[in-house]
């Protein structure tokens, strides 16, 4: 049934490519000299309007790209599955990629992805299962038959999800996925589509201000704690391609990672620029870590878990994925 699932999701990733395919940029913003020898001055960054991607924000407001001679332009995408056919046709750069779902197109050969940076890291409470204040849902045992909301089928939320629902005694086929961007995600549950949501940052901190929703379970926990969930992506190609332009991201992201991981009030200020979160809204929700190195034995946690639960083929190392810093 996993596997079924999986090679689903990987054919609408396919054929996502292919629609993709027909935006791909052009090299008009190539640098033919100066600044700072970069090949490429402008990248387009695919992003998800959450949490995860503060550093990003944080770089460009304290000119940390522009000190590299970078322009970067964020697109906001709905999920990871859709960012990545438009990072291997070449209409984004660089995407925030889970790495559930690069893991998966990279055993899929849809391409050869590398990892410039670490992005974000699970904390306590980071990514919940969340019910209406007046469901009769009280534990994950009552989620069986219900309809859980994940931001995409085959992913890192089906997998927290998956983790949770065994731990407490119940198999994925016990519940009904419905894949779904973040931001419709408290609508259908308001309404009554779905049963419950599976949340991140702002959302989860929205719908809990907002609806009164209640936290069943926190899916971050056992075999998942602290557990490593994106990385700043790209391809093999466009690494070869611009491999200066690459390293000057890489130096900038860092610099900003490592402000996120440190100054709450960074991450805080930052964050309504890109969501609908207000500021008091800002300064209460649940952040992860913001990590600032590339640590293979941290990544690897993810390739063997999905393995274990079905979701890869056959064991993966990480380590030819992740790109050294520059020094």
Do not use: H
Not at 205 to 231: E, H, L, N, S, Y
Not at 298 to 312: P, S, T
Request: charged share 20%; aromatic share 6%.
């Amino acid at each position: 049934m996993r596997l079924t699932g999986r090679r689903t999701v990987i054919g609408v990733i396919a054929a996502l490519t292919l629609t993709a395919c027909g935006g791909a940029g052009t090299d008009t913003d190539t640098a033919a000299a100066g600044n700072n020898g970069l090949e490429k001055t402008t990248l387009k960054v695919g992003i998800l309007p959450i949490a995860d991607v503060a550093a990003l924000y944080i770089a460009t407001e304290r000119g940390f790209f522009k000190d590299e001679g970078l322009t970067v332009k964020p697109e906001i995408v709905p999920s990871t599955v859709v960012a990545i056919p438009k990072l291997v046709s070449g209409a984004v750069d660089i995407a925030l990629g889970n790495y559930f779902s690069v893991l998966s197109a990279q055993e899929a050969k849809m391409a050869n992805f590398r990892v410039l940076a670490d992005t974000f890291q699970a904390k306590p409470d980071v990514f919940d299962i969340v019910v209406k204040k007046d469901s009769p849902i009280q534990s994950i045992k009552d989620l069986k038959g219900k309809k859980i909301s994940v931001a995409s089928l085959n992913s890192i939320g089906t997998l927290a999800v998956d983790q949770t629902l065994r731990a407490n005694g119940l198999s994925p086929k016990d519940v009904v996925y419905a894949p779904m961007g973040f931001p419709d995600a408290p609508g259908k549950l308001a309404s009554g589509q779905t049963d419950a949501a599976w949340l991140t940052e702002p959302f989860l901190t929205g719908v809990q201000k907002d609806m009164g929703a209640r936290k069943i379970a926190d899916t971050m926990t056992g075999a998942m704690a602290d557990f490593p969930i994106a990385g700043w992506t790209t391809t093999e190609p466009s690494l070869s391609k611009y491999p200066k332009t690459m390293a000057a991201f890489q130096r900038a992201i860092v610099k900003a990672q490592q402000i996120a991981d440190s100054d709450r009030k960074a991450v805080e200020k930052v964050l309504p620029t890109y969501t609908k979160i207000t500021p008091d809204a800002a300064s209460i929700i649940t952040l992860g870590a913001y990590p600032s190195t590339l640590n293979a034995t941290r990544i690897q946690r993810v390739a063997d878990l999905m393995l274990e639960y079905g979701y890869l083929k056959a064991k993966m190392d990480v380590n030819p994925l992740l790109v050294p810093m520059p020094q």
